[in-house]
C-alpha cells in the first residue's frame, strides 16, 4: 500500500492550479493516484487532521463529475489548513459547501469546457 499523500502536496498541487501553472486534469490525475493510496484503509482509522486530506482526495478524484473548479480553491485550502480540534466544525462547513452549491448553474458555466463535457 502507498503513503498517504501530505497535506503540503496537496495545498501545493492546488497552490500550482490556482496559479494556472497546471489544470484540472492534471490536478484530477495527480488525485487519482493519491486516492489509490486509501482504498485499504477505512476512514474512521484515520486521525482527524487526516481525515481532512482524505475528503480532499476524494473530491479532487471526481473532479469533472463533482465539476470541481479553481475558484473552489481557496474554500479547500482553508479546509486542509483546519487548526487541530476544529476538524467536526470544518467537516461541517465542506459538507455545507458541497451539499449547497448550485451545480446547475456550474453545469452551465462549464458547458463549453472540453474537460468538463467529456467526463
Not at 4 to 18: F, N, R, S, T, V
Not at 57 to 64: D, K, R, T
Not at 81 to 95: H, I, Q, S, V, Y
Request: hydrophobic share 40%; proline share 5%; net charge negative.
Amino acid at each position: 500500500m502507498s503513503e498517504h499523500p501530505p497535506k503540503q502536496d496537496l495545498i501545493c498541487l492546488l497552490e500550482q492550479w490556482q496559479a494556472g501553472i497546471i489544470d484540472e486534469q492534471a490536478v484530477h490525475g495527480q488525485a487519482e493516484a493519491a486516492y489509490a493510496a486509501y482504498r485499504e484503509d477505512e476512514e474512521d482509522q484515520l486521525s482527524a487532521q487526516d481525515a481532512l486530506i482524505y475528503h480532499v482526495v476524494c473530491v479532487l478524484e471526481v473532479l469533472p463529475t463533482y465539476m470541481v473548479i479553481k475558484e473552489d480553491v481557496p474554500f479547500i485550502l482553508n479546509f486542509l489548513n483546519t487548526a487541530p480540534g476544529r476538524e467536526d466544525e470544518a467537516m461541517e462547513a465542506w459538507d455545507d459547501y458541497w451539499n449547497l452549491l448550485n451545480y446547475e448553474a456550474r453545469k452551465v458555466l462549464l458547458s463549453n469546457h472540453p474537460y468538463y463535457c467529456n467526463s
